[in-house]
């Protein structure tokens, strides 16, 4: 699945598939515009079928549910929440458009990279460092990191479903749309759900528009 998705901040497009020979994947990711704040999140469910798109379904309503509050308390009300299920992996970054920083966090293997928009820029690209643990079952102290993001920059998150040597390989400008299938195509993992979302910054005002296509 890969569909591009524009708001007057961004434009971005997720990517994914399940296992081979499941119904589900464990595997989801939201995009919520709330004021001049963006809400981008992709979350991981331990192990594989319903049990782990249970937990990431859960993991989405909850973050539906409290978009508008800090990133550190997104993560704590996720583990209150996922107390019952299998927990899961996640990045979450808030985007604000009167600051034009990008706020991230990380717990468990999902892989997060900021990618300059000018080519030789002195930080082309910027690593989200996240914290071992399981949101729902150990929660580490989750530090929420501010970079700035300037127009045109690409936000890329990945599940461990992809072979995190993409973000080695030199990216070539395209849609989000393009960037995330050639992604999931490449390096997608056979044995394991795949998720990986492209986001690319556009600046300017966010609204009131909601937006979550999963």
Not at 12 to 37: C, M, Q, T, W
Not at 177 to 205: P, Y
Request: aromatic share 4%; glycine share 10%; hydrophobic share 50%.
């Amino acid at each position: 699945m890969e569909t591009l998705i524009s708001l007057p901040s961004c434009e971005y497009a997720i990517a994914g598939r399940p296992l081979a020979g499941e119904r589900k994947s464990g595997d989801a990711a939201l995009v919520l515009s709330v004021g001049h704040r963006l809400l981008v999140a992709v979350v991981d469910g331990l192990g594989h079928g319903d049990e782990a798109a249970m937990a990431a379904e859960l993991a989405l309503a909850t973050l539906r549910q409290h978009a508008d509050e800090p990133l550190t308390t997104l993560f704590k009300q996720c583990h209150e929440r996922l107390q019952t299920t299998r927990g899961v992996a996640a990045v979450m970054a808030i985007l604000d458009t009167l600051e034009s920083t990008l706020v991230w966090a990380g717990v468990g293997n999902v892989e997060a990279v900021l990618v300059a928009a000018k080519p030789g820029a002195r930080r082309a690209k910027q690593w989200l460092t996240n914290r071992g643990g399981v949101v729902g079952y150990r929660l580490p102290v989750v530090e929420a990191r501010a970079v700035p993001i300037l127009v045109g920059d690409l936000l890329i998150i990945a599940t461990d479903g992809i072979d995190e040597g993409f973000v080695a390989e030199e990216l070539q400008p395209d849609t989000p749309e393009n960037m995330a299938r050639s992604i999931l195509e490449q390096h997608g993992k056979a044995a394991d759900d795949a998720l990986v979302l492209v986001l690319r910054w556009l600046g300017g005002t966010a609204g009131v528009v909601l937006s979550d296509p999963l």
